[in-house]
């Protein structure tokens, strides 16, 4: 642990450390025949998740996109080496990594598994001062971990987070109260994190191009273009965020509880879809009960063959963890808006609006005589049977004659958490 500063007049020092091409990088680190060559990591093709997760610099020179099919990276680059996920590595590499940033400061704060910010203003009082611990750690990294990453050094949670993204790989960037105009206001709008196409999109349109015209923009403008979020962002361009490092464990409040499933082949009518849709709203609606909560809101996604996506959502009359209710919800809402001219690729339901099991909750005068509350009973029934023998140990006769349906329902996905 670094030595706090004695006697220094506090400022903040603030780090973003974000790992170069997580993913490629690990898997070039523990094969080296691959280093030097165009290397991304993709899914199962076989299993329908035929698409590129991660690439490395080499692949990026030739165009190669995260997300784009495994084919289309292929016709780009010929000579691309496809290696498979293998989740269980980089989950590895990210504690080795954050035991290390712990190191340095007990205020670290993971943003995502490749990248968290370190708050070093004990030990560093300015963001000039800084700089030495940041190329320090980045040295760490490629000794100890046989990685290289970025860092950002800067005086805010933002401006830090800028900065690693501006060099790449393995270098320091340092944005201080004193340059940060110069250095960043000329940079695209996008760059700014919370930035994202549609809010790119309004502010392009209204001549707002870079981070510079963000900042000096009028801010009744920019709030009756975007609402608060726009004095919000305006706000951090101007360098104004203070944002505290939000110390790792700390218990984040969960925002929805979802789970999606691509299955092998697409769904071409309501009835294969409603096997899956009743696998998915049955895990959704066990880990609301384990996590004591009940959805207001259910949100149906949907995404066809040809790759579109959308979500559509509808507010219940009552909040409820029950899976069936969850279950005739979504497929309301599949029926409302899709009509199967084009296959479903892939299906997720998702519940939101969370309020407490112990919330009062109005009862209808039309309540059909306790019918939710014994079906609740039942639910339960079935998640103690499931927890002793495993999640297909009991499945509903729809679920059943559809293996994949039931191989969703076996999933395990983590609650979404706010940020």
């Not at 994202?196 to 000096?216: E, F, S």
Request: proline share 4%; charged share 25%.
């Amino acid at each position: 642990m670094l030595q706090a500063v004695q006697g220094e007049r506090m400022g903040r020092s603030i780090l973003h450390v974000d790992i170069n091409n997580f993913y490629a990088s690990v898997e070039v680190r523990d094969n080296p025949t691959l280093a030097g060559l165009p290397v991304a990591v993709c899914g199962d093709a076989e299993a329908r998740h035929g698409i590129i997760l991660a690439k490395n610099y080499k692949a990026k020179e030739f165009g190669v996109q995260t997300a784009e099919a495994i084919w289309q990276a292929k016709r780009k680059c010929p000579e691309l080496k496809l290696v498979p996920c293998h989740f269980e590595k980089y989950e590895k590499v990210t504690a080795e990594s954050r035991k290390l940033l712990l190191t340095y400061s007990d205020r670290v704060e993971p943003f995502g598994m490749d990248e968290a910010w370190v708050d070093i203003s004990p030990y560093a009082p300015t963001a000039e001062a800084a700089e030495g611990i940041a190329d320090e750690i980045r040295a760490h990294y490629k000794n100890d971990l046989g990685l290289t990453a970025s860092v950002g050094v800067s005086f805010n949670k933002i401006f830090a987070k800028l900065g690693s993204d501006m060099k790449k790989p393995d270098a320091t960037t340092v944005i201080t109260p004193g340059n940060f105009k110069s250095k960043i206001w000329r940079l695209p709008v996008e760059d700014l994190l919370f930035v994202g196409r549609k809010t790119q999109r309004k502010l392009n349109l209204r001549g707002v191009h870079t981070i510079g015209d963000l900042a000096n923009v009028n801010e009744e403008l920019v709030r009756a273009w975007l609402g608060k979020w726009g004095s919000d962002l305006r706000f951090c361009a101007n360098g104004l965020d203070r944002t505290p490092v939000v110390p790792m464990g700390s218990e984040a409040a969960v925002k929805s509880i979802g789970n999606s499933f691509t299955p092998p082949g697409d769904l071409h009518n309501e009835r294969e879809a409603h096997a899956l849709i009743h696998a998915l709203s049955e895990s959704v609606a066990t880990r609301m009960r384990r996590n004591g909560v009940l959805a207001s809101v259910v949100v149906l996604a949907l995404r066809d063959s040809e790759l579109f996506s959308f979500e559509r959502q509808t507010r219940l009359s009552r909040p409820t963890n029950i899976a069936l209710e969850i279950r005739d919800a979504a497929l309301v809402l599949l029926r409302e808006n899709w009509n199967f001219i084009r296959p479903l690729r892939s299906l997720g339901v998702r519940g939101t609006g969370l309020v407490s099991e112990q919330t009062p909750v109005q009862l209808s005068l039309f309540d059909d005589d306790g019918a939710s509350e014994r079906r609740l009973a039942a639910e339960r029934a079935v998640d103690t049977v499931r927890e002793k023998y495993g999640k297909t140990s009991i499945l509903a006769g729809r679920v059943f004659a559809q293996k994949t349906a039931a191989k969703a329902l076996d999933m395990n996905y983590a609650p979404r958490a706010m940020r």
